[in-house]
């Protein structure tokens, strides 16, 4: 009877077990990415205040492709959130969203000692952070 049951609790911890590693792999790979930018003009090293890409369709193309691999898995596809973080698709178009998109995505965000957003400075250049913002500029639905 005791070996009966402590085979059941054996198989039981089995399950949490799987399930709990199954839900920390569900985001798969979030290391992020790197962003080919190829095609656009390089900004050299100081930080641009303002898009300097904003209707080039490479960079949206870019945008599209640097968005995908390193802010969908919470941001959403096509930046239409699910909740987890900010939709994007609200985010002041043009000039009037570059100052808070710009520091963003280059510091971050924690609130409470939480990091909510990593900071992506080192990570991605200048030129894919820009043609990110591109490609959120295309994704505008705040009207």
């Not at 399930?19 to 985001?27: F, P, Q, S, T």
């Not at 904003?54 to 390193?70: C, D, T, W, Y």
């Not at 510091?107 to 991605?124: D, R, V, W």
């Amino acid at each position: 009877m005791r070996a009966n049951r402590l085979s059941y609790c054996a198989s039981i911890l089995a399950v949490v077990i799987a399930v709990a590693v199954g839900r920390a792999l569900a985001h798969g790979d979030v290391t992020p990415q790197p962003v080919d930018t190829t095609g656009l003009e390089p900004l050299g090293d100081g930080w641009k205040d303002t898009n300097p890409y904003r209707g080039n369709p490479v960079a949206l193309k870019i945008g599209s492709s640097g968005f995908n691999q390193n802010c969908a898995r919470c941001h959403g596809l096509q930046a239409v959130s699910g909740g987890l973080a900010p939709d994007l698709r609200y985010l002041d178009k043009a000039e009037d969203g570059d100052k808070w998109f710009l520091n963003r995505i280059r510091h971050g965000y924690t609130q409470n000692g939480l990091t909510k957003m990593p900071a992506f400075e080192g990570i991605l250049s200048q030129e894919a952070m820009w043609a990110i913002r591109t490609y959120l500029d295309s994704r505008y639905d705040g009207d």
